[in-house]
């Protein structure tokens, strides 16, 4: 049974949509944002709206590819794709954009994106580890500060920060212990309605509207968890999915194992869990804060990406998962590259069967996954409850 909030969460993409036009026109500031490394709390602090910008559907990809090259990550092209057509509203009323060096894909991408755009990319160190990488980030987010004071002609107080910062905390904690309802066995929601809910809350342009609503979901739920309904039987097959972000376009593997008789029941990528794990200090400077918890966001960009591995084995023994899907776009080299030592730690160190799949935005090879995928689950079953 599907929770009846998911209906107005489904429609917020929709009334967003509106609201960030009258927003704009009103004279408010929008800043966009394609990443989890983007730290939110200095653009609302410069009295700014917030919002994720598109980038996960195969409709602009052919017209990116007009100028990207083909083989290169759909996530980046569809971005581009959105940004050139004018297609993402998000992208359309945003006043500056927020990048970031987190491969070199996206780097060149955004060379020709700041064309259209006022831009600040954020210069990421490639390890969390070290003192020269703390502070090299410490002074990004200096810089970040400094420049939208300019763009917006506003003071970035310390104190407009720390309120900032606990209202996306406010955000962050809602947001896990919606995730954290799936641990039960069984779980109530289904990975897609998830998936939906923690993406979809990226354009919300009112963050304690959209707070209010993912604790009214929560309080459905576990309503409908007192009554006994669930998403799915106690038998079913228990998945952790990693890897690449997804949204809403580009679900298709998550929809595959969900219409197998699946239980997707935690999303470790940066459109699921990753970052919402670690909550920002309220106790420190702000800024260094701010720093600390985006620079420990274990993305496969940095190397060695042992966070990842850890936040894998957490989730794979809190949801009692009976395997994990890696999933990685074609060309994200950092990702596929990666898969090798996550596969090696989830067969050899917790000892549960994986499987990687590499795919693009396209429906072309959906039947072609279907059969891979249910090969993998009916392998798992034999091994979980024979």
């Known amino acids: 049974m599907k929770p009846k909030l998911m209906e107005q969460i489904e429609a917020l993409r929709g009334i967003n949509a509106v609201k960030v036009k009258e927003a704009s026109e009103a004279g408010k500031k929008i800043v966009g ?3 989890i490394f983007s730290p939110q709390e200095i653009a609302l602090a410069a009295d700014a709206i917030t919002v994720s910008l598109c980038g996960t559907k195969q409709e602009p990809i052919e017209d990116a590819e007009r100028e990207l090259p083909r083989n290169l990550c759909p996530l980046i092209k569809s971005s581009y794709g959105f940004a ?11 006043d500056v954009l927020i990048a970031e060096t987190t491969c070199d894909g996206k780097k060149k991408m955004y060379e020709l994106m700041s064309k259209l755009k006022p831009m600040y990319i954020m210069n990421l160190p490639q390890t969390a580890q070290g003192e ?3 502070e090299l980030w410490k002074k990004e987010m200096i ?8 763009q917006f002609n506003v003071e970035i107080t310390d104190e407009k920060l720390r309120s900032a910062i606990k209202l996306m905390n406010r955000e962050r904690k809602a947001m896990k212990k919606l995730h954290h309802l799936n641990a039960h066995k069984p779980a109530p929601m289904t990975g897609t309605d998830m998936m939906l809910s923690q993406w979809i809350k990226g354009f919300n342009i009112d963050k304690e509207s959209g707070i209010e609503l993912i604790e009214g979901l929560i309080v459905e739920v576990e309503e409908l968890m007192e009554k006994g309904i669930y998403a799915f039987d106690e038998n079913a097959v228990r998945i952790l999915l990693t890897g690449c972000p997804i949204g809403n376009g580009s ?4 929809k595959i194992l969900e219409e197998s008789g ?3 029941v935690a999303l470790e990528n ?3 869990y990753k970052g919402l794990d670690t909550l920002v200090d309220e106790q420190k400077d702000p800024i260094e804060a701010l720093a600390e918890k985006y620079l420990s966001t274990p993305c496969s960009c940095m190397t060695p990406n042992n966070g990842r591995l850890d936040l894998i084995e957490r989730l794979s023994e809190e949801y009692k998962v009976d395997g994990v899907v890696d999933l990685t776009w074609q060309a994200c080299h950092t ?12 067969k050899e160190k917790l000892n549960l069967p994986f499987i990687q799949i590499e795919t693009d935005y396209s429906d072309s090879d959906i039947e072609q996954l279907r059969v891979r995928i249910e090969a993998f689950l009916e392998t798992i079953g034999k091994t979980a409850y024979n």
């Open 335 to 346: 990702y596929n590259i990666e898969s090798f030592t996550v596969k090696n730690f989830v």
């Open 143 to 150: 810089h970040l500060r400094n420049y939208l004071e300019e």
């Open 132 to 134: 020269d990488a703390f």
């Open 84 to 94: 050139i057509t004018d297609k993402c509203p998000y992208f359309h009323f945003s």
């Open 262 to 264: 699946t239980s997707v």
């Open 33 to 35: 944002t394609y990443c």
């Open 270 to 272: 940066c459109s699921g």
């Open 251 to 254: 679900e298709k593997v998550l």
